[in-house]
């Protein structure tokens, strides 16, 4: 569902108008519909329906309080690749044993704490990690719950950034020695093995490369299952895409139901790891264009949001539509939509045909994910407000950084 649309001429979330919460709130600002978020997660569930799962938010892409508890309430798990976003979960009451621990450096105190905390599963990227899980476990007097990552080596034909399945890339156990590392997991006096896990890219709009990854790791599953090893989950990742311009994206149930034939007449619980596809779109990013800037090569509109807000754009130079809050009736120009940071880099949009005068409101689209996550304080600029709409109300879910947080860690020198 799209929770953003005009009514009377004026851009809604909701049942509110963009240009009150702008009042209301500020910019730039980050605006985030729960109907949106609840939607996308009962079409997960709808499409898992009679099957054993467990869908894990992957935190990373969005990890405000507010969102964790929208979909913790909805019966999500989580994702989680720190001690970070471990304790973030843990403060919004989820349910440890919906927690799986991913990433290729976890600290032996994120060990311990996801340990003590009691999660599901550790997703292990390494013999070496493995090897430190089981010291760690042992210190504690635990055993710790394991999946080895595996890494498949297909091609998720996404960016390259976002790409993670190829056997060039730094994640996962290489295939090839996946088994041996199973068999050794199996014989350690601290871990447990539970599951498989895989994860190929992110931002993909087809899912073949999803089915191709299966059909391995279902090789794998078979072949430990000769060893004597029986999982019990097998872990698909995220990585399903959103449509940012004009992509057709398929349809959540499209995407699961090759993966769920694979996996019919099999003893295995399904566990996802969505991020973006669970945020991506019920989110945008509120600016105001401070000023314009014609001139003979190109017309730069300069908006009060900047690449320390959304770095997608200058990062992996990606298309984020960028729609007026009350569009005008003038002709359009060509507009370069940038902010106030320092470097050329930093762009929204390229080439956008806007009707814009100063003081204009400007929604940036497709900003729920890895937007506010991946924004810094480049240029002393606080962190943007957000805010959460739910129906008639616009609820502040954290407030705009001050400028005196910002160097509140630091001194002078004695
Ligand atoms: N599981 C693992 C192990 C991951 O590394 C990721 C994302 C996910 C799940 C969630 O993937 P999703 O469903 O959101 O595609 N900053 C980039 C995206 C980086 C994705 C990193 N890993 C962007 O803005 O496009």
């Known amino acids: 569902m799209n929770p953003f649309a ?45 099957v054993d799962a467990l ?15 929208v979909l913790a309430r909805r019966a999500a798990g989580f994702d989680i690749v720190s001690g970070g976003e471990l304790q973030r979960v843990l403060a919004v009451g989820a349910q440890p044993d919906r927690i799986v621990f ?29 090897e430190r899980l089981d010291t760690v476990a042992g210190h504690l007097g635990k055993t710790a719950p394991v999946s080895l990552r595996v890494n498949p080596d297909v091609d998720a034909r996404t960016h390259p950034y976002i790409s993670t ?30 599951g498989i896990d895989c994860h190929i890219g992110s931002q993909l709009l087809d899912p073949a490369p999803f089915a191709e990854a299966l059909d391995k790791v279902l090789l794998l599953v078979d072949q430990l299952a000769t060893d004597g090893i029986a999982l019990q989950h097998v ?23 090759p993966l769920l034939a694979r996996l019919a007449g099999r003893k295995l619980r399904v566990l996802l790891e969505p991020g973006r596809r669970l945020v991506g779109n019920a989110g945008l990013l509120l600016t105001r264009v401070e000023y314009l800037k014609p001139g003979a090569a190109k017309n730069f509109a300069i908006v009060d949001a900047a690449m320390n807000d959304l770095a997608r754009p200058a990062l992996y130079g990606s298309w984020h539509d960028i729609v007026p809050v009350t569009p005008r009736a003038e002709a359009t120009a060509i507009w ?13 949009g390229h080439q956008r045909a806007l009707a814009l005068a ?16 991946m924004s810094s304080n480049y240029n002393s600029r606080p962190r943007a407000a957000e805010v959460m709409l739910d129906g008639a109300q616009a609820h502040l879910v954290r407030r705009r950084e001050t400028i005196g947080e910002l160097y509140a860690g630091e001194q002078h020198l004695p």
């Open 102 to 130: 991913s990433g290729v450096g976890k600290t032996a105190d994120e060990m311990a704490a996801a340990l003590t905390a009691g999660i599901l599963c550790f997703n292990v990227e390494s013999a070496a990690e493995l």
């Open 55 to 69: 869908v894990c938010y992957a935190v990373k892409a969005n990890s405000n309080l507010a969102v964790l508890d």
């Open 6 to 50: 005009y009514h009377d001429g004026v851009l809604h979330g909701e049942a509110l108008s963009l240009a009150d919460v702008a009042a209301e709130f500020g910019t730039p600002c980050w605006v985030y519909s729960r109907a949106a978020l609840e939607s996308a997660l009962a079409e997960f569930h709808a499409a898992l329906h009679g």
């Open 165 to 194: 399945g190829l056997k060039e890339n730094k994640f996962g156990v290489a295939y090839a020695e996946a088994r041996q590392l199973y068999r050794q997991a199996d014989r350690l006096a601290n871990v447990s093995v539970h």
């Open 358 to 373: 100063p003081g204009d409101l400007l929604a940036v689209l497709s900003a729920g994910a890895y937007g506010m996550a």
């Open 336 to 348: 370069e939509i940038v902010g106030p940071v320092c470097e050329s880099g930093d762009f929204l």
């Open 235 to 257: 872990d698909l990742g995220g990585g399903l895409g959103i449509r940012y311009r004009d992509e057709s994206e398929p349809s959540i149930a499209d995407y699961l139901q």
